[in-house]
């Protein structure tokens, strides 16, 4: 039997935090736009060796310096454009996808499996009818000892059979046609196996044949013991191929042996239920194959199942020896590697059990994650500096992980800046240019602004790698928010070209006359000329800027033609169009009945300010579905766009209205009416004000209901209101 290499635990990719949206799912990844995490987050992940990449991420990083992977650079999806997504930063599992997927087990793959196995029944004179429909049921799944059950070892054996001069064409065929009949299922009784197994052999090969299927479908069936003794029977067999997959089989039926009971129903493991002497033969019984075998044909698969032994074992130290074996061949299947390596190494090993200094800075970036005061780290400054010895070839990443501690541990960007080198190289790989990009924020964390934006601005010429571009544009981006200079963004040949980056800016920091100028910028996209124009008369409408609102209604086109925005306004899977601002009024389902948004703007200008203006400011948030609008929200202050606002006034909501009207007591009774119908609606059916942020007490909410049911009686609100909340 062929065995490909271990299968792998399911991938279980959450997400960390939720950014702002109108849709959200627990399951979804949205960007969050910080190069500075410290923290794990697999929706956001950066072309550069950080402690908050996943460490899938930085693996492939180190190796992408080798020559030995590279890192995908693809178009966004429709999917990832609607989220708002850039390319940096990315969600991991564009990565997976692009970088470390394998099309083994897949339908396609089965079917082209097939093809050599049709031709070999054909020579040994079966039927094609006798060859059984491929199959991917065993395609996933960890440890399934079914998977090899395939078409590929059927092939090896029909191959064997054909070789065997001494079978004769009868015996060939039975035996063909009881493995191929294997091939169907992975489970067979006592009495299924009587029926699918030859028993009229008269030759000693056939005999040898026959024995070996038993084994296999004793294997397959999980009956471990019986398994043994039918493969220990053919260890000495005058068939070169039946001796050596025998001695394979033995050792790979005795692994099963030894963890059968150590994973639940979901393929989940319990290691403390590996039987560890079992473990141990089966360990030796490997040793013994690649001793006799050492270039056999299941010497990789047997290696691998070394791998999987000390797993089982927790050695971490052998299997990290292994791996780091591999990573050396030039053969390696990295995208299935590294995924081994994230599920079997990384989850248990610690700094100390591995000497590679891949692993090791994938393991050390892992320990510099945030830790909660009373949380122990497995790495600290001492022990960072005894792995001196084991960087001797690639002290520069020692290095840089240095840095990287004093910069996100020990908060000290002086010291971060003592170990990082200020000259720049002509060509940036992955870990000169996370070098220099720990650089850039040691400087901004100790407020040189300047300094900073000059080694992001000399980078820039020299970012060929996939991805490097994009990570210094959002660099510049949040360098120049931070610094009070949002307008270098938006300059003319400004390096910062990628149109999110551009949008969040537009859309939570930039004042009025920044929104104006990208309002009317003859060379800026269209969709960022609305996205600025959307931005400008929400806020002078909704920040109580009602002469500007009238005055900007003029940069509105005569002949709409952009599309509905989405994700520049902070839409998840949603949209709204510039037309927003023609809001005509109208009488709505209640019967009230509201003049154009323009018009209430007009009225909005009055002091006071009319009850009915106001309800209908209210009426046109209600309508159109803009309470918790995303332009009304800040980003984390770590994050692009998390900075003052630059647009004057603060946010209005509908609850804001409804209370100045309801104590205004000479406010006209429909209006006053309509206002307490609205607030106490405001907390339907929740009992949480869906209006705005005030908490109002449910006995002032009562006191409300009473007061519209009483004083208001006549009004229809009165009447269509049954409930408070």
Request: aromatic share 8%.
């Amino acid at each position: 039997m062929r065995l490909h290499g271990l299968t792998l635990l399911a991938l279980m990719i959450g997400s960390l935090g939720v950014q702002e949206a109108r849709a959200s799912s627990d399951d979804s990844c949205y960007p969050s736009w910080n190069l500075k995490r410290d923290t794990l987050d697999v929706c956001n992940s950066l072309p550069f060796l950080s402690p908050g990449n996943d460490s899938r991420v930085n693996l492939q990083l180190l190796l992408a310096d080798a020559g030995q992977t590279t890192i995908p650079d693809r178009p966004l999806s429709d999917d990832e454009q609607q989220l708002g997504y850039g390319k940096v930063p990315f969600p991991l599992a564009r990565l997976l996808d692009d970088g470390l997927s394998s099309d083994a087990g897949s339908p396609t793959a089965a079917t082209s499996a097939s093809a050599p196995l049709a031709d070999l029944v054909a020579r040994i004179g079966l039927q094609a009818d006798s060859l059984p429909q491929p199959s991917d049921s065993f395609a996933s799944g960890e440890g399934s000892r079914c998977r090899s059950n395939n078409a590929g070892t059927a092939q090896d054996f029909l191959s064997q059979l054909l070789l065997a001069d001494a079978l004769s064409a009868e015996e060939r065929q039975s035996l063909a046609r009881s493995r191929l009949t294997l091939l169907g299922a992975c489970q067979w009784d006592d009495t299924q196996l009587t029926v699918i197994l030859p028993s009229d052999l008269q030759s000693a090969p056939g005999k040898a044949f026959a024995t070996y299927l038993k084994g296999a479908a004793e294997f397959y069936s999980g009956r471990f013991g019986e398994a043994l003794k039918a493969f220990r029977a053919l260890q000495s067999s005058d068939l070169p191929w039946v001796r050596e997959t025998a001695r394979y089989m033995i050792a790979r039926s005795l692994l099963n042996e030894a963890q059968q009971n150590a994973f639940d129903e979901m393929g989940y493991p319990d290691l403390r239920k590996v039987d560890k002497n079992v473990l141990k033969n089966a360990e030796a019984s490997l040793g013994d194959y690649l001793k006799q075998y050492p270039q056999g044909q299941y010497a990789a698969s047997a290696k691998g199942l070394l791998r999987r032994i000390y797993w089982l074992m927790s050695d971490e130290s052998r299997l990290a020896g292994e791996y780091a074996e591999l990573f050396a061949r030039p053969d390696a299947d990295l995208g299935q590697l590294i995924q081994e390596v994230d599920n079997k190494l990384l989850v248990t090993a610690r700094p100390a059990d591995v000497r590679d200094p891949r692993l090791l800075a994938v393991l050390d970036l892992m320990q510099m994650r945030h830790h909660e005061p009373n949380e122990p780290r497995a790495l600290d400054g001492a022990g960072l500096a005894a792995q001196k010895e084991l960087f001797a070839a690639q002290p520069a990443l020692h290095d840089y992980l240095t840095a990287a501690y004093h910069l996100y541990v020990d908060e000290n960007p002086g010291e971060a800046l003592k170990s990082l080198p200020e000259d720049i190289p002509e060509k940036l790989d992955y870990l000169a240019f996370s070098q220099q990009a720990l650089r850039g924020f040691a400087l901004e964390a100790g407020n040189d602004w300047i300094a900073a934006e000059k080694l992001w601005l000399r980078l820039l010429p020299l970012a060929h790698q996939p991805l490097q571009r994009d990570q210094l544009e959002l660099a510049l981006a949040f360098n120049y928010e931070r610094s009070d200079r949002l307008v270098k963004v938006f300059a003319e040949g400004s390096p910062v070209q990628t149109p999110i980056i551009r949008e969040i800016l537009l859309r939570h920091v930039a004042g009025p006359e920044l929104l104006r100028q990208q309002a009317r910028a003859a060379g800026a996209s269209v969709e960022e000329r609305d996205t600025a124009l959307f931005a400008l008369l929400y806020k002078d409408l909704l920040h109580g800027q009602y002469q500007a609102f009238i005055d900007d209604l003029a940069l509105l086109p005569t002949e709409p033609g952009g599309k509905p925005l989405g994700a520049s306004i902070g839409y998840l899977y949603g949209s709204m169009p510039l037309t927003l601002f023609q809001w005509p009024g109208g009488k709505n389902d209640t019967g009230y009945e509201c003049p154009a948004i323009v018009d209430v703007a007009r009225d909005l200008l009055q002091s006071p300010q009319p009850p009915r203006a106001l309800n209908c400011l209210g009426e046109f948030i209600l309508r159109n579905g803009l309470d918790g609008f995303p332009l009304d929200s800040q980003p984390s202050e770590r994050e692009l766009g998390g900075s003052e606002s630059l647009f004057p006034g603060s946010a209005y909501s509908r609850m804001d209205g409804y209370l100045k009207i309801i104590a205004d007591k000479q406010a006209p009774e429909d209006d006053r009416g309509y206002a307490l119908f609205r607030a106490i609606n405001c907390y339907a059916p929740s009992g949480f004000n869906g209006c705005g942020s005030q908490d109002i007490a449910p006995a002032q909410r009562k006191q409300w209901f009473r007061t519209l049911k009483g004083q208001y009686a006549s009004t229809p609100w009165a009447k269509a209101l049954k409930y408070y909340w």
